[in-house]
T-cell receptor, first 115, second 112 residues
Framework: NAGVTQTPKFRVLKTGQSMTLLCAQDMNHEYMYWYRQDPGMGLRLIHYSVGEGTTAKGEVPDGYNVSRLKKQNFLLGLESAAPSQTSVYFC??????????????FGPGTRLTVL | KQEVTQIPAALSVPEGENLVLNCSFT??????LQWFRQDPGKGLTSLLLIQSSQREQTSGRLNASLDKSSGRSTLYIAASQPGDSATYLCAVKGSGNTPLVFGKGTRLSVIA
């Protein structure tokens, strides 16, 4: 199993450009999450999904959109990138609670710089 | 709103020492608590998961304890090694669809 994979690993954007980050998991997990990690701020949840076709806002959703068209994929979109969105983005997935313990598994991250 | 605090923010110890990392949370109504390790430039690796009904979990040289009533968890690392150098993150989960809430981590350096 590959676990949780993220594409791309690195990206540099100019202000106003758009892009999509792709997350894929092969563990048949229902729940998927997008986080951003900034120095001194810790990990903050952007959006999450509790199943195919569902999405919900996390702590810092503004400026981002997400889609979960297939169970194994969770896409994070930036429509008009801003320098404040420079960060490392992590995707995670977890099985359905409660019997599976809801342990979260993380991808390797995408380092995004917005100039 | 759940808040998770990890103290200290950074810790440097000589190889071979036993050490304790602390995590505290403000809302004791948690579903579980998870400890992660993060190496520089890498993603998070789950170390231990403690359900709310459990008091501790062990994996090799790692032991995590949970005291829900006092809102505290500790991660004990025995006989530390330079390879243990990393940032250790604590995260708590409430019931239902509530997401994980993370602490800011403790950056550990084990000096050979």
């Amino acid at each position: 199993n590959a676990g949780v994979t993220q594409t791309p690993k690195f990206r540099v954007l100019k202000t106003g450009q758009s892009m999509t980050l792709l997350c894929a998991q092969d563990m048949n997990h229902e729940y998927m999450y997008w986080y951003r990690q900034d120095p001194g701020m810790g990990l903050r949840l952007i959006h999450y999904s509790v199943g195919e076709g569902t999405t919900a806002k996390g702590e810092v959703p503004d400026g981002y959109n997400v889609s979960r068209l297939k169970k194994q994929n969770f896409l994070l979109g930036l429509e008009s990138a801003a320098p404040s969105q420079t960060s490392v983005y992590f995707c995670a997935s977890s099985p359905v609670e409660p019997w599976a313990g809801n342990e979260q598994f993380f991808g390797p991250g995408t380092r995004l710089t917005v100039l | 709103k759940q808040e998770v605090t990890q103290i200290p923010a950074a810790l440097s110890v000589p190889e071979g020492e036993n050490l304790v990392l602390n995590c505290s949370f403000t809302d004791s109504a948690i579903y579980n608590l998870q400890w992660f390790r993060q190496d520089p430039g890498k993603g998070l690796t789950s170390l231990l998961l403690i359900q709310s009904s459990q008091r501790e979990q062990t994996s090799g040289r790692l032991n995590a304890s949970l005291d829900k009533s006092s809102g505290r968890s500790t991660l004990y690392i025995a006989a530390s090694q330079p390879g243990d150098s990393a940032t250790y993150l604590c995260a708590v989960k409430g019931s239902g669809n509530t997401p994980l809430v993370f602490g800011k981590g403790t950056r550990l350096s084990v000096i050979a």
